[in-house]
């Protein structure tokens, strides 16, 4: 008789290799073909609404792996709050205006703006953005990203610009827009003011100058033989000189130095005696800085006053003390100018380059300025030192050219007059982590004002007509009439239509007696574009609703999205559009580098899914820290793929052995198992609970720690390793073999639904191979309820202090087979010596050599009576040898009842009876 063909060995079609570059489109078009979101969300009807709602990329190029990360991890917590309970919609959305997409016409399509007006040049535009989002929506697809994709939102579309506009108008009628001449980042490169959200610092070389400006009018405080010496790294902002600001506070010193006189603050005396080399200087004078008060200096190469000015912005961190003051490039300037009523000079245009306001410099662009006025400053006997240093400098976060400070006419929102209405409701948002409040809170507790217009043709216009007088429009009646026309028409009407086609029929106004009106050019801050999807989605969408319950971007969104929705929200609702803000970090090379083309160092997505598949991403986005930066590299990867790979295996080994099973015929009540296989349940139990609180707490990497160990440490290193025998050898309806198939079944069961929000392809594929699965899709099901099973706390003490002898067990059993005893465990008779306390436990326990994994074993005395040649441990010295006996040719099992049945010489006792009872 062939033995081997009454074992019930594993078989399952559950293919060993995952093959997922093959199979996970194969899995996604089964998806769409089923209409699995829709089916979600039709069995999701009427409970509780969780909603994350989506932070818009921009639409240019193909997705990073901060995009994969990004997008995967609300792919995880939606997939996991749909399971539990809730009804988690998911509407993906798109950014699509904004300078990136004017550059890449120019530059992909070779576009020349100046041959098209400027609704022609838009609808290009809109045409690039559409083809953007549609090769990116493809590749988010592919990551396995569950959504409303037919459905997206997307900041150009009608609908979208015309809440937009509400809410501008909304914040208008509250007296929180309006128009102002202030000092703004400006971006030559771009040509247009930005936002603080808009720049990132980088390391820029500069000249560092000291220049002395003589004092004209001492107010008997000073003489007018001494000069004031300022320091900075901006030498093309003299000519645009004013003043000079000093500390109210602060010690000022008239120092002598080989003939001259010079004032600086009394602390950085010393730093500047060193740096500008004076000899032996000598302290003349000391006054304070309040009494220096409108003391007059000369401009160094300009007949101009430069007005000494009290302002608490000057520090001693750096520089004399005394700072140079040009209220048309710095906001500190801009203020303490007003003030004194200085004016405003702003002598560079809005391309970078000087004005005839700065006579000598005209038409130079105001970096290339720098040497020309150091030369100047030379001639004129003022420049007291140049260097050059290296330091971080505000830049073009879309050009990567440094920007400057420049007045200009913009429009703002008033951040001010709600700023304490905002930090109240930062307080009430949860942060994941948890110093995210504190981010917020500190950009916002100093914040004015928001300018929100750009000097581009590809955005949303801003709704404002000026009357005849210059005066700006903008009523709740006509901001309301252009929301209505976009709604219907588009924005691009507001380039093709006259402005009097713009206004509501018959508006007329006092400051245009003629009934003439023209158009505002410029268009909104892309963030404000953005931040108004609280309203254009949120509130339009039937499904969503305001507040969402999370927002999820990368850090740098603190500054951006997480900051422009509040603003706006906050503006128009008097409520933050959030309640929980989660923040994931950067992703970096495995070295802990930024990833850069340059270095040859980048991780393509849509290459690894090729290669690896998207659920081998899934997987180490799950397994990485996310709110912290993140490594990334082959190895890395290779790492992830080798624990899918023991995953995957676990739970093929589990749908082998359910091969033949039936959970509404064959399953066993928990009261009608043995103690060790309810341990199984109850640590099944406990794997449950402890993911769904990690995914409750948006903790997955403990999620995939406790689905990896429980995989291999408690399922195949430990159950499934002594489940074989009775899985393979008892006859097919034994108690204890379909005992062992129920807790293998609750296991792949429970398994499958906690990694699904994770490994959402390979969750579905396992699906199909689980017997008396009625559900399409695991997608359709919910997570494992956590049972409150009797006696679970006892069965835990009994059953993990068994598993430490266990442990104890192997390693002896190790030992023997180094000295070359025994061979394969099988094949050892073990003799125990346990403490007294040990004793008690193993004496009830049933089948100890089963639950070991060897042959015999004899329980022969008492810890102190151990033999000398036993290997002690803390609970149990064991003497490993050899078991007495044939190998049984059908369980390998050594023993003497090899041959006791004359029917089946070459089987133990046991298999004969098996074999002759249901195989015969």
Same mark, same amino acid.
């Given at each position: 008789?062939?033995?081997?063909?009454?074992?019930l060995m594993p078989?399952?079609?559950?293919?060993?290799r995952?093959?997922?570059?093959?199979?996970?489109?194969?899995?996604q078009?089964?998806?769409?073909?089923?209409?699995?979101?829709?089916?979600?969300?039709?069995?999701?009807?009427?409970?509780p609404?969780f909603i994350?709602?989506?932070?818009?990329p921009?639409?240019?190029?193909?997705?990073?792996?901060?995009?994969?990360?990004?997008?995967?991890?609300?792919?995880?917590?939606?997939?996991?709050?749909?399971?539990n309970?809730f009804?988690?919609p998911y509407?993906?959305?798109?950014?699509?205006?904004?300078?990136?997409?004017?550059t890449?016409?120019?530059?992909?399509?070779?576009?020349n703006?100046?041959?098209?007006?400027?609704?022609?040049?838009?609808?290009?535009?809109?045409?690039?953005?559409?083809?953007?989002?549609?090769?990116?929506?493809?590749?988010?697809?592919?990551?396995?990203?569950?959504?409303?994709?037919?459905?997206?939102?997307?900041?150009?579309?009608?609908?979208?610009?015309?809440?937009?506009?509400?809410?501008?108008?909304?914040?208008?009628?509250k007296?929180?827009?309006?128009?102002?001449?202030?000092?703004?980042y400006?971006?030559p490169s771009?040509?247009?003011?930005f936002?603080?959200?808009?720049?990132?610092?980088?390391?820029?070389?500069?000249?560092s100058?000291?220049?002395?400006?003589?004092?004209?009018?001492?107010?008997?405080?000073?003489?007018?033989?001494?000069?004031?010496?300022?320091?900075?790294?901006?030498?093309?902002?003299i000519?645009?000189?004013?003043?000079?600001?000093?500390h109210?506070?602060?010690?000022?010193?008239?120092?002598?130095t080989?003939g001259?006189?010079?004032?600086?603050?009394?602390?950085?005396?010393?730093?500047l &005696?060193?740096?500008?080399?004076?000899?032996?200087?000598?302290?003349?004078?000391?006054v304070?800085?309040?009494?220096?008060?409108?003391?007059?200096a000369?401009?160094?190469?300009?007949?101009?006053?430069?007005?000494?000015?009290?302002?608490?912005?000057?520090?001693?961190?750096?520089?004399?003390?005394?700072?140079h003051?040009?209220?048309?490039?710095g906001e500190? /300037?801009f203020?303490?100018?007003k003030?004194?009523?200085?004016?405003?000079?702003?002598?560079?245009?809005?391309?970078?380059?000087?004005?005839d306001?700065?006579?000598?410099f005209?038409?130079?662009?105001?970096?290339?300025?720098n040497?020309?006025?150091t030369?100047k400053?030379?001639?004129?006997?003022?420049?007291?030192k140049?260097e050059?240093? &290296?330091?971080?400098?505000?830049?073009?976060?879309?050009t990567?050219k440094?920007?400057?400070f420049?007045?200009?006419?913009?429009?703002?929102?008033?951040?001010?007059?709600?700023?304490?209405?905002?930090?109240?409701e930062?307080?009430?948002v949860?942060?994941?982590?948890?110093?995210g409040?504190?981010?917020l809170?500190?950009?916002?507790?100093?914040?004015?004002?928001?300018?929100?217009?750009r000097?581009?043709?590809?955005?949303?216009?801003?709704?404002?007509?000026?009357?005849e007088?210059?005066?700006?429009?903008?009523?709740?009646?006509t901001?309301q009439? $252009?929301s209505?026309?976009?709604?219907?028409?588009?924005s691009?009407?507001?380039?093709?239509?006259?402005?009097?086609?713009l206004?509501?029929?018959?508006?007329t106004?006092?400051?245009?007696?003629?009934?003439?009106?023209?158009?505002?050019?410029?268009?909104?801050?892309?963030?404000?574009?953005?931040?108004?999807?609280?309203?254009?989605?949120?509130?339009e969408r039937?499904?969503?609703?305001?507040?969402?319950?999370?927002?999820?971007?990368?850090?740098?969104?603190?500054?951006?999205?997480?900051?422009?929705?509040l603003?706006?929200?906050?503006?128009?609702?008097?409520?933050?559009?959030?309640?929980?803000?989660?923040?994931?970090?950067?992703?970096l090379d495995?070295e802990?580098?930024?990833?850069s083309?340059?270095?040859?160092?980048?991780?393509?997505?849509?290459?690894?899914?090729?290669?690896?598949?998207?659920?081998?991403?899934?997987?180490?986005?799950?397994?990485?820290?996310?709110?912290?930066?993140v490594?990334?590299?082959?190895?890395?990867?290779?790492q992830?793929s080798?624990?899918?790979?023991?995953v995957?295996?676990?739970?093929?080994?589990?749908?082998g052995?359910?091969?033949?099973?039936?959970?509404?015929k064959h399953?066993? /009540?928990y009261?009608?198992?043995?103690?060790?296989?309810?341990?199984?349940?109850?640590?099944?139990n406990?794997?449950?609970?402890?993911?769904?609180?990690?995914?409750?707490?948006?903790?997955?990497?403990?999620?995939y720690?406790?689905i990896?160990n429980?995989?291999t440490?408690?399922?195949?290193?430990?159950?499934l390793?002594?489940?074989?025998?009775t899985l393979?050898?008892?006859?097919?309806?034994?108690?204890?073999?379909r005992?062992?198939?129920?807790?293998?079944?609750?296991? $792949?069961?429970a398994?499958?639904?906690?990694?699904a929000p994770?490994l959402?392809?390979?969750?579905?594929?396992?699906?199909?191979?689980?017997?008396?699965?009625?559900?399409e899709s695991?997608?359709?099901t919910?997570?494992?309820?956590?049972t409150?099973?009797?006696?679970?706390?006892?069965?835990?003490?009994?059953?993990?202090?068994?598993?430490?002898?266990?442990?104890?067990?192997?390693?002896?059993?190790e030992?023997?087979?180094?000295?070359k005893?025994?061979?394969?465990s099988?094949?050892?008779?073990?003799?125990?010596?346990?403490?007294?306390k040990?004793?008690?436990?193993?004496?009830?326990?049933?089948?100890?050599?089963?639950?070991?994994?060897?042959?015999e074993?004899?329980?022969?005395g008492?810890m102190?009576?151990?033999?000398?040649?036993?290997?002690?441990f803390?609970?149990?010295?064991?003497?490993?040898?050899?078991?007495?006996?044939?190998?049984?040719?059908r369980?390998? &099992?050594?023993?003497?009842?090899?041959g006791?049945?004359?029917?089946h010489?070459?089987?133990?006792?046991?298999?004969?009876?098996?074999?002759?009872?249901?195989?015969?």
């Amino acid at each position: 008789m062939n033995y081997k063909e009454t074992l019930l060995m594993p078989k399952t079609d559950f293919p060993m290799r995952g093959g997922l570059p093959n199979k996970e489109p194969k899995i996604q078009e089964n998806w769409y073909e089923k209409n699995i979101y829709e089916k979600v969300q039709e069995k999701a009807k009427g409970l509780p609404k969780f909603i994350l709602h989506d932070g818009p990329p921009y639409a240019n190029g193909d997705i990073h792996i901060g995009h994969a990360e990004n997008k995967i991890l609300k792919d995880i917590i939606v997939r996991y709050k749909s399971m539990n309970g809730f009804d988690a919609p998911y509407v993906p959305g798109w950014d699509t205006h904004g300078l990136p997409i004017e550059t890449a016409l120019a530059k992909v399509k070779k576009v020349n703006r100046k041959e098209h007006t400027v609704a022609e040049f838009r609808r290009m535009c809109a045409e690039y953005a559409l083809e953007q989002v549609e090769r990116q929506k493809e590749q988010f697809k592919r990551l396995g990203v569950r959504g409303d994709w037919e459905n997206p939102y997307i900041t150009l579309t009608k609908e979208y610009e015309a809440e937009q506009i509400k809410v501008f108008g909304e914040m208008a009628n509250k007296g929180l827009i309006y128009k102002g001449k202030k000092p703004v980042y400006w971006s030559p490169s771009s040509e247009s003011a930005f936002a603080e959200a808009e720049i990132e610092y980088q390391d820029k070389r500069s000249a560092s100058i000291y220049v002395s400006f003589p004092v004209k009018d001492g107010k008997g405080v000073i003489d007018e033989d001494v000069s004031i010496v300022i320091w900075t790294t901006t030498p093309w902002t003299i000519p645009a000189n004013l003043g000079i600001s000093v500390h109210p506070d602060y010690t000022y010193v008239v120092v002598e130095t080989s003939g001259n006189k010079h004032l600086v603050a009394e602390d950085l005396l010393e730093e500047l &005696t060193s740096v500008l080399e004076w000899e032996e200087p000598k302290v003349v004078k000391k006054v304070k800085g309040s009494d220096l008060d409108r003391v007059v200096a000369s401009h160094p190469f300009y007949e101009r006053d430069s007005l000494v000015m009290l302002s608490d912005h000057v520090t001693t961190d750096s520089g004399t003390g005394c700072v140079h003051t040009a209220p048309g490039h710095g906001e500190d /300037d801009f203020r303490v100018g007003k003030r004194y009523d200085l004016g405003i000079l702003c002598p560079v245009d809005e391309r970078g380059h000087m004005t005839d306001e700065a006579p000598g410099f005209e038409g130079m662009f105001y970096d290339k300025a720098n040497k020309t006025v150091t030369e100047k400053l030379t001639e004129a006997g003022a420049l007291l030192k140049l260097e050059f240093i &290296t330091h971080s400098y505000p830049h073009d976060w879309r050009t990567k050219k440094p920007i400057i400070f420049r007045v200009t006419d913009q429009w703002f929102a008033s951040i001010k007059q709600i700023r304490e209405q905002i930090l109240n409701e930062v307080k009430e948002v949860k942060w994941y982590p948890s110093w995210g409040e504190t981010r917020l809170h500190n950009m916002v507790k100093d914040r004015e004002d928001w300018c929100i217009s750009r000097q581009r043709a590809w955005g949303v216009p801003i709704p404002v007509f000026y009357a005849e007088n210059g005066e700006p429009i903008l009523t709740e009646e006509t901001i309301q009439h $252009v929301s209505d026309l976009f709604r219907e028409h588009g924005s691009n009407i507001w380039y093709e239509w006259d402005a009097k086609d713009l206004l509501p029929e018959g508006f007329t106004s006092e400051q245009s007696p003629n009934g003439e009106f023209v158009k505002e050019t410029d268009i909104m801050d892309v963030w404000f574009d953005s931040g108004s999807s609280h309203q254009s989605v949120l509130e339009e969408r039937s499904e969503l609703v305001r507040p969402a319950d999370v927002y999820l971007e990368g850090t740098d969104q603190y500054r951006g999205w997480f900051n422009s929705s509040l603003s706006t929200s906050v503006a128009v609702t008097g409520k933050a559009p959030y309640k929980t803000i989660i923040t994931h970090g950067f992703a970096l090379d495995g070295e802990g580098r930024k990833m850069s083309k340059s270095i040859g160092n980048v991780m393509d997505p849509i290459k690894v899914m090729k290669q690896l598949g998207a659920d081998i991403i899934r997987l180490w986005v799950s397994s990485v820290d996310y709110q912290a930066d993140v490594r990334v590299s082959d190895d890395i990867l290779k790492q992830v793929s080798e624990v899918y790979r023991k995953v995957r295996n676990t739970l093929r080994f589990m749908l082998g052995n359910l091969n033949g099973f039936d959970p509404a015929k064959h399953r066993v /009540d928990y009261e009608d198992m043995n103690e060790l296989d309810q341990y199984m349940l109850v640590k099944v139990n406990q794997l449950v609970q402890r993911a769904k609180d990690a995914y409750d707490d948006y903790q997955f990497s403990t999620v995939y720690n406790a689905i990896h160990n429980f995989c291999t440490i408690e399922l195949s290193s430990f159950y499934l390793d002594l489940a074989k025998d009775t899985l393979y050898i008892e006859a097919e309806d034994d108690l204890k073999r379909r005992s062992m198939q129920t807790v293998l079944y609750d296991s $792949v069961v429970a398994l499958t639904q906690l990694v699904a929000p994770i490994l959402a392809h390979t969750a579905d594929e396992v699906w199909e191979y689980i017997p008396g699965m009625k559900e399409e899709s695991v997608q359709l099901t919910s997570m494992p309820e956590v049972t409150d099973y009797p006696n679970a706390s006892n069965l835990l003490e009994k059953w993990d202090e068994m598993l430490d002898v266990r442990d104890e067990v192997l390693k002896a059993l190790e030992n023997a087979r180094n000295e070359k005893v025994i061979g394969k465990s099988l094949a050892a008779s073990i003799e125990l010596y346990p403490t007294e306390k040990t004793k008690e436990l193993l004496e009830t326990v049933n089948d100890l050599d089963k639950f070991f994994i060897v042959s015999e074993v004899k329980i022969s005395g008492t810890m102190e009576e151990a033999p000398e040649e036993s290997v002690r441990f803390e609970h149990v010295a064991i003497v490993a040898k050899a078991a007495e006996g044939e190998t049984c040719d059908r369980c390998w &099992t050594v023993t003497p009842t090899v041959g006791a049945d004359t029917n089946h010489p070459t089987v133990c006792e046991r298999c004969a009876t098996i074999v002759t009872n249901h195989y015969a």
